[in-house]
């Protein structure tokens, strides 16, 4: 495995490559649910023996004022040893200096109906900066499928649709959320929590479990309403309040576009999706589940 810091370097690298590579972007601190992502990377090369490359780049582009870009964890010795036990090819570690050498000034700003709730809402800019990042490495490698986490359910539902709409010769990959043995979402962010926290930190499943129980017991008896799920989202709400938690949001939308599904939706056989992002001391989790 090769670690490149330059374009210059990433770009002789790939040009003599048998196939377009597969690409796993990532910010580094890797855990067992990126090594997860390579994996299916590997996978989805094997026919063609395209290399997969991974990036490392914390991306100060996505990062809020008050967020923690400053602290967030870099570890690129450690990331580039499981990178290599996992079979990853090539790791694209740019500096700042190296993806941005001038402000970018020119951004991908995704559509406000899409980008705007849900983590957008709490999060201003926060997909632009994963949109303009993520179409800017895309532009510098090149590859013919890249693989993103279904954890980030939103981030991954917006960059499918700007591959699309950007007409990106890419196929888009979601892999299921790795979880920890209790259910836990693996997360990078879950380093941050006290073990007290840690351990609290598996309500947040239970409660999305909860959540698609009471969805799909009203759905099977014909009663699921817009009133009903809203009762059954300001229960969870207050369940997490009640256990000390500061939820932004638990909601039930649609999985295609995260939109509030209409009574028909849920009438009907429309996939649902459970989403929900909370604070449990300093520390925010996001995690979801397919109803
Ligand atoms: O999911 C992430 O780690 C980041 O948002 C990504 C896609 C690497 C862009 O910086």
């Not at 490559?17 to 855990?31: C, E």
């Not at 799920?229 to 997490?240: D, G, N, P, S, T």
């Not at 509030?260 to 979801?288: C, F, H, M, W, Y």
Request: charged fraction near 25%.
């Amino acid at each position: 495995m090769h670690i490149t810091h330059t374009i210059a370097d990433l770009r002789e690298r790939l040009a003599a490559a048998p196939a377009r590579p597969v690409f796993v972007p990532t910010m580094g601190n890797l855990h067992a649910g990126h090594l997860d992502l390579i994996r299916r990377a590997r996978e989805i090369a094997a026919p063609t023996g395209a290399p997969v490359v991974a990036s490392i780049f914390v991306n100060r582009l996505q990062f809020g004022p008050n967020e923690d870009f400053d602290t967030y964890p870099r570890t690129l010795a450690r990331d580039a040893e499981l990178l290599a036990e996992v079979g990853c090819d090539l790791v694209f570690a740019p500096s700042e200096a190296e993806l941005y050498p001038e402000p970018q000034g020119y951004k991908v700003v995704p559509p406000t109906e899409l980008a705007d709730i849900l983590e957008g809402a709490f999060r201003p800019g926060f997909f632009t900066g994963v949109s303009t990042v993520v179409h800017k490495l895309f532009n510098l490698v090149g590859p013919q499928a890249a693989v993103f986490g279904k954890k980030d359910y939103q981030q991954l539902m917006i960059l499918r649709n700007m591959v699309r709409q950007m007409g990106l010769p890419i196929e888009v990959h979601g892999a299921d959320t790795l979880r920890a043995e209790d259910g836990l979402a693996l997360s990078s962010r879950n380093g941050y929590l006290s073990a007290e926290e840690r351990a609290e930190a598996v309500q947040l499943i239970t409660l999305l479990r909860c959540v698609r129980d009471q969805v799909g017991a009203l759905r099977a008896a014909g009663t699921l309403s817009h009133a009903a799920v809203a009762q059954i989202e300001a229960r969870a709400m207050e369940a997490l309040r009640a256990r000390q938690w500061q939820p932004d949001y638990v909601v039930v939308r649609r999985q295609r576009d995260l939109l509030v599904p209409t009574e028909a939706d849920l009438a009907q056989a429309e996939p649902l999706v459970s989403l929900t992002a909370a604070r449990l001391g300093k520390t925010r989790l996001i995690d979801n589940l397919e109803l």
